[in-house]
Nanobody, 116 residues
Framework: QVQLVESGGGLVQPGGSLKLSCAAS????????MAWYRQAPGKQRELVAT???????YYAEYVKGRFTISRDNAKNTWYLQMNSLKPEETAVYYC??????????WGKGTLVTVSS
């Protein structure tokens, strides 16, 4: 059973930074792609960033230049460095990992609150 566990969420002031982590119970070299999503109160879940097994990255336009997705295969963990955070980015952030052949997994989420 693959488990993904997010950590690193919390309260941060506008303009501040946080780094989220997603620890997998299996080798992340098994994943063909990894990602971060977020869901703000009353809104649909939206894609934030992705990274493939080849190292290619994608960022949603609304975070481009401020957020960075990365991974550490040795630690079976991927990350989301978030800078210049805005109040409207308050949300539960979820990590997602996709295995070949269509199987995918979600973490339970970590809450990020951007407020003064």
């Amino acid at each position: 059973q693959v488990q993904l566990v997010e950590s690193g969420g919390g309260l941060v002031q506008p303009g501040g930074s946080l780094k989220l982590s997603c620890a997998a119970s299996v080798s992340i070299s098994s994943f063909s792609a990894m990602a971060w999503y977020r869901q703000a109160p009353g809104k649909q879940r939206e894609l934030v960033a992705t990274i493939t097994d080849g190292g290619s990255t994608y960022y949603a336009e609304y975070v481009k230049g401020r957020f960075t997705i990365s991974r550490d295969n040795a630690k079976n963990t991927w990350y989301l460095q978030m800078n210049s955070l805005k109040p409207e980015e308050t949300a539960v952030y979820y990590c997602w990992g996709g295995l070949p052949y269509g199987m995918d997994y979600w973490g339970k989420g970590t809450l990020v609150t951007v407020s003064s």
